[in-house]
């Protein structure tokens, strides 16, 4: 059985990433170096406020956005977020991955908070290291800052303790609840991976996009070359 080889033998996971595949094959084609391309720049960022930067009339998608085929931000559910956060900075961005990784942080809580105006996008949870630095500016220990999110984060709510001592430096009733409701936090450092990639994937969207439909039909379509 697999224990009785647990410590002889060597396991690989060897993963495909269609994204670095994508970033590669535009590069070649074009000859733009992927560490030379502007993070964020303008015209990408429109795509996140409708289709015009692609050439398209407003109207023209039913989420009212360009990201269609970016990673990450391509799909049904991350197209609905847009809509409703309209993202104009790439911090917005890493909240929207932060909120579409994460579990029970989206719908049923920030989702709501935004809707209402109680908060906007930059003010939500959006990444578990938000916790810790919005709780240390409102004037908790650092320690005590970073314990919270770490109960939080793994879904494990606030003690009493905690939450008074929330209460004493000021934290808003919403924030303490929108905490309560957390299951999974994503951390900041992999949202930012993620937009950053995503945001390669779309300068060639935009500018270049015989390159990126070519590629994408050849690295994510595999039956089209």
Request: hydrophobic share 40%; charged share 25%.
């Amino acid at each position: 059985d697999f224990n009785a080889m647990h410590d002889t033998i060597l396991k690989l996971d060897i993963l495909g990433h269609d994204d670095p595949t994508m970033l590669k094959v535009m590069s070649d084609m074009t000859g733009v170096k992927i560490e030379d391309i502007p993070i964020p720049d303008k015209r990408v960022m429109e795509l996140f406020q409708g289709t015009e930067a692609l050439g398209l009339p407003a109207g023209s998608s039913p989420s009212d956005c360009g990201s269609l085929g970016l990673p990450e931000m391509g799909t049904l559910m991350a197209r609905d977020m847009i809509k409703e956060t309209k993202p104009t900075q790439f911090f917005d961005l890493v909240q929207l991955m932060g909120l579409s990784h994460g579990t029970d942080v989206w719908a049923g809580n920030a989702q709501d908070l935004i809707r209402s105006n109680t908060c906007t996008i930059e003010e939500v949870i959006g990444c578990r290291d938000g916790i810790m630095t919005s709780l240390i500016n409102w004037g908790l220990p650092a320690k005590t800052s970073f314990d919270i999110m770490e109960k939080v984060r793994k879904g494990k709510g606030l003690t009493e303790e905690q939450e008074q001592l929330m209460r004493d430096n000021q934290v808003p009733d919403w924030y303490i609840d929108s905490c309560k409701k957390i299951k999974y936090m994503f951390p900041k450092a992999h949202a930012a991976a993620y937009v950053i990639s995503s945001l390669r994937v779309a300068y060639f969207k935009v500018y270049y996009p015989e390159a990126y439909y070519a590629a994408y039909f050849s690295v994510r379509a595999d039956e089209f070359d």
